[in-house]
Structure formats: structure tokens, C-alpha cells
């Protein structure tokens, strides 16, 4: 993985997001003029990263690390307050009335983490394929036709017999067939990029790893890219070529997968693997802990945001926020010990 280019866009670089900042204003702060100033929260803060076509990116942190919300930004339901989203070359945040927004958004499709609660429980499965093909202007001529359309979706994304499915309410599904149904919606308008939301937290473990080899099907049958959002940082190995640690809102390291699982240089990072089983070493496997207040990123102070729960812990980190630096081709880590002030 690389930082984004500044000078030239290759033509296989789907989408570049550079020094992306989503911060949110806080109410309930002290009244004006006695010095309180405005409150942010910074959900996301100076993130950069590129996606090319039939590319995995994995966004990996725990809860309010700025994963989904980024995936928000991307696809247009928040606005960035800094930064760039460019898809194709094109800046995101300059699209113009409806018909570039709707390309934009048949282009670049979510899943959500709920697949109960992103389906209408009223309507059949029939419907929740149908209404994109309708939105976006991609029905066939007929009835018919589009109910072939339907078909074939159902049948793409591994739920049998179509016909029959195309039928049921969401009720009548198990989670992970509704969450195929999610996906089928999704290929309706023929995206290049999909955003998925922690699409297997919700689903029993026996069958998460059905999900994830139909995420890696789609992506060699249709050259698909994905921005992959989990917690699991085991599933983001197994899937995503590249993967992004996130802590508080930034990013710690980033590297191609394999690489950051075998030779972690975050503290964070590190801490992550030895969360993860490894029956190779049983009981026996020497687990990193984290001590200290979780940081506040209600207008934080410089500093590490790491810096109150790290083992390695340096007078600088508590002053000076690290830059995200290379540390070998396509590894970039923001930490103390691999800069400056390590020298």
C-alpha cells in the first residue's frame, strides 16, 4: 500500500482518499464568551489510503476507531469536513445534482452490519432488488425481464431456489441468507466498489466464512473492490490484500496483510495479534496488555492517542502527535519509536 499520489491518477486506482477528516460538533459546552470555544469530535482525523480495481482494503479497530464512519464519508450520507475523497480523479465533494450523485452511488454501493435491519420488513426480497434496478434506471423492459434480473442476482450470491426466495420477507430468512440478499441489492446497479460494513459480526460463526469466500468470489468474478470494516482482524487477513489498523480516529500502521500480521510494528497493532488464538502456541502464547484511560477525542490534546495505554510509552508521545511514516515499502506505521525521536 501506498500514500496517495499527488501528481497522477493510474488508471486501475479506483478510489483516492487523502487526509480525510470527519470531526462532528458537540453540544452542551459552556455558554459563550466564558472561554469554552467549540467541542468536535474527531471521528476520523488525517486518514489517507488508495483502492484500486480488485483491491481489499481492510479497516481493522474497535468500536469507535472511525471504521464506519469513514465508510459513511465515502459513500456520501456524511460530508468530510477536510480532505479528499476522489473517485476516478474526481472529487466527490463537487458532484452536482441528482444524476451525478445517483452515478456516483450505483458506482459505489454499502453493505451494512445489520442485515435485518437494512432490509424493509415489509416488502419481499423481489422488492429490495428491484427498487435499485428501478432507482437507478437499470430495469429491463417488462416484468419479466426484470424478474430474471432478480433471479440471477439470487443465484449469484449463492441463495437457492431463487424463484422461491424472491418470494420471503426478511423474517423468513436466517442471517445469513438476508445478508446475501444485502449483497444481491448491492450488484444490482453493477458497482465498482463495495463498503462493507462489518457484514459477519451479526452472524453465527458457522457461517461467516460463507460470506467472506462469496465477498472473495464477487471480487475475482466481477473485479470488484472492497473497503472491508471489521473488529476481526483474523477475517481482515484472510480477505483483504492490505489492511489499516485504527486507534481513536487515526491511522496506527498500514501495510499488505500478510506483512503486518507476521512483523506488527504498532504497539496497538501488536496488541491486536496476541488478542487472536493461535492453537499453534495454546496457553502458552504471551498476550499483550493495555492499561490506561481509552483517550478522548473530544478536541484532543497533542500526543499519541495511544500514548496512556502503550507498554512502550515515551515522554514524547504524551507532547507530540507522531506522523505516519514508512518504515519499509508499502508499511507505514505512526509511532514514536520509529521516528525522529527514536534516533
Known amino acids: 500500500m501506498q500514500m496517495p499520489d499527488e501528481t497522477q491518477a493510474p488508471s486501475d486506482l479506483v478510489m483516492d482518499v487523502r487526509h480525510l477528516c470527519k470531526y462532528f460538533p458537540l453540544s452542551g459546552g459552556l455558554p459563550f464568551g466564558l472561554g469554552a470555544g467549540p467541542r468536535n469530535i474527531h471521528a476520523v482525523d488525517d486518514v489517507s489510503f488508495t483502492l484500486r480495481r480488485g483491491q481489499i482494503i481492510a479497516l ?39 444524476r451525478a450523485l445517483l452515478k456516483y452511488r450505483s458506482r459505489v454501493q454499502m453493505v451494512f452490519q445489520d442485515p435485518f435491519g437494512s432490509l424493509n420488513p415489509v416488502k419481499t426480497v423481489a422488492h429490495h432488488i428491484q427498487r435499485p434496478l428501478s432507482i437507478h434506471k437499470r430495469s429491463s423492459a417488462g416484468h419479466s425481464s426484470t424478474g430474471n434480473t432478480v ?17 420471503k420477507y426478511p423474517h423468513q430468512l436466517s442471517g445469513g441468507q438476508r445478508q446475501r440478499v444485502s449483497f444481491a441489492r448491492a450488484l444490482a446497479v453493477n458497482p465498482e466498489v463495495i463498503l462493507a460494513d462489518e457484514p459477519i459480526s451479526m452472524l453465527d460463526v458457522s457461517i461467516r466464512m460463507g460470506i467472506l469466500n462469496l465477498m472473495a468470489g464477487l471480487r475475482t468474478e466481477r473485479n470488484l473492490s472492497y473497503l472491508y470494516i ?8 484472510y480477505l483483504a490484500d492490505d ?61 499519541c492517542r495511544f ?28 509511532c514514536h519509536l520509529y521516528g ?3 534516533a
Not at 450520507?77 to 445534482?97: D, E, I, M
Not at 495505554?309 to 518504515?327: D, W, Y
Open 60 to 98: 481493522v479497530g474497535e468500536s469507535g476507531s472511525g471504521k464506519s464512519t469513514i465508510a459513511r464519508v465515502l459513500v456520501g450520507l456524511y460530508p468530510a469536513t477536510s480532505g479528499q475523497v476522489l473517485f476516478h480523479g474526481q472529487n466527490v465533494a463537487k458532484l452536482r445534482g441528482r
Open 151 to 167: 433471479v440471477e442476482l439470487l443465484r449469484v450470491v449463492g441463495l437457492t431456489p431463487p424463484e422461491e426466495i424472491a418470494k
Open 340 to 342: 525522529a525521536a527514536a
Open 230 to 237: 471489521t473488529h476481526d482482524i483474523a477475517s481482515a487477513r
Open 243 to 303: 489492511t489499516i489498523v485504527l486507534y481513536a480516529g487515526q491511522a496506527m500502521e498500514q501495510s499488505p496483510s500478510e506483512e503486518l500480521m507476521a512483523k506488527p510494528m504498532h504497539p496497538y497493532t501488536q496488541l491486536l495479534l496476541s488478542a487472536v488464538p493461535d492453537p499453534s502456541t495454546g496457553l502458552a502464547k504471551k498476550r499483550i496488555e493495555a492499561r490506561g484511560a481509552i483517550p478522548t477525542v473530544i478536541n484532543p490534546e497533542p500526543g
Open 307 to 334: 500514548a496512556n495505554r502503550c507498554p512502550h510509552v515515551m515522554p514524547v508521545c504524551r507532547t507530540t502527535t507522531p506522523q505516519l511514516i514508512s518504515v519499509s515499502p508499502g508499511h507505514l506505521v505512526r
